[in-house]
């Protein structure tokens, strides 16, 4: 029996399982639904711009390059330059049920829709602003290309401007919690992998400059996405244990940090 609830806490933490995630351990990467990087959907986005939005060449030019230039060359880590990450809720609606009135009763309830992603459940990434602006040069007008488009599907490969954002969570490996592997052995693994399906931006926050010292908010723009659905998706490695009890107990072997594939 454990001396105190402190030491039985503090015991708990000491397993892979139940220790705390390291959190700021994070990746995004883009990626077009037919798997192409992400310079094919600048291309789209430009095309349906010529169709509908620019006058001339000079108006809303695209970096159709911009995403995959500004990503790590090895498909290790994703998109460099993203800050922070919110994600949507999950949930269902309850509604009450009319039970007559009849004095004395409590009012049933009953499950309805499940939440739906939008405007209103949205995900939302923050971006770091440079010289040679993703906002301003690719995810601008990514925004208005879709709003000519729409979010229907009609089959034009040519003007796919919807896209797949596959969200990472790394944290250290098992063997770091070995007291015989050194400070600078330590690696890390993922834990789990977040999928946003179909996504587009839809809002960007406005720009803002002044003359004194620059701020972080300054140098950093959120933009919103709507996407059709999500998935929690549990490494490939992990393999199936039983514990003690007999209950299910899924355990994580450490993988390289590969680039995700998504059909």
């Not at 397993?15 to 995630?21: G, M, S």
């Not at 498909?75 to 509604?95: M, T, V």
């Not at 405007?119 to 010289?131: H, R, V, Y």
């Not at 040519?158 to 990472?168: A, G, L, R, S, Y």
Request: charged share 20%; glycine share 6%; aromatic share 12%.
């Amino acid at each position: 029996m454990a001396s105190s609830p402190t030491a039985s806490r503090l015991a708990l933490h000491q397993d892979w399982v139940n220790d705390l995630p390291l959190k700021f351990l994070w990746t995004v990467d883009f990626q077009t639904r037919s798997g192409k990087s992400m310079t094919e959907l600048g291309n789209s986005v430009n095309r349906v711009l010529t169709k509908y939005e620019r006058v001339n060449s000079s108006v809303w030019q695209v970096d159709a390059n911009s995403i995959t230039s500004k990503s790590d060359s090895t498909g290790d880590f994703g998109y460099l330059l993203a800050q922070a990450i919110s994600f949507p809720s999950e949930g269902f609606r309850i509604k009450t049920v009319d039970t007559n009135n009849t004095g004395g009763y409590i009012t049933g309830y009953a499950g309805s829709e499940r939440n739906t992603y939008g405007t209103g459940n949205k995900l939302d990434i923050t971006f770091l602003e440079t010289n040679i602006d993703v906002i301003d040069y690719f995810i601008k007008p990514w925004i208005i290309a879709s709003s000519h488009r729409g979010l229907i599907e009609d089959g034009n490969t040519e003007e796919d401007i919807k896209c797949n954002i596959i969200v990472n969570l790394h944290t250290k490996d098992k063997s770091s919690y070995s007291t015989t592997v050194k400070l600078t052995q330590r690696k890390f693994e993922p834990r789990k992998q977040i999928t946003f399906y179909n996504a587009v931006p839809y809002q960007v926050a406005g720009d803002m400059m002044s003359y004194r010292l620059l701020s972080y908010e300054e140098l950093t723009k959120v933009v919103s996405f709507a996407f059709s659905h999500y998935s929690v998706t549990t490494p490939s490695s992990w393999y199936y244990l039983e514990n003690v009890e007999g209950l299910p107990l899924y355990i994580p072997s450490p993988i390289n940090l590969a680039r995700p594939s998504i059909a």
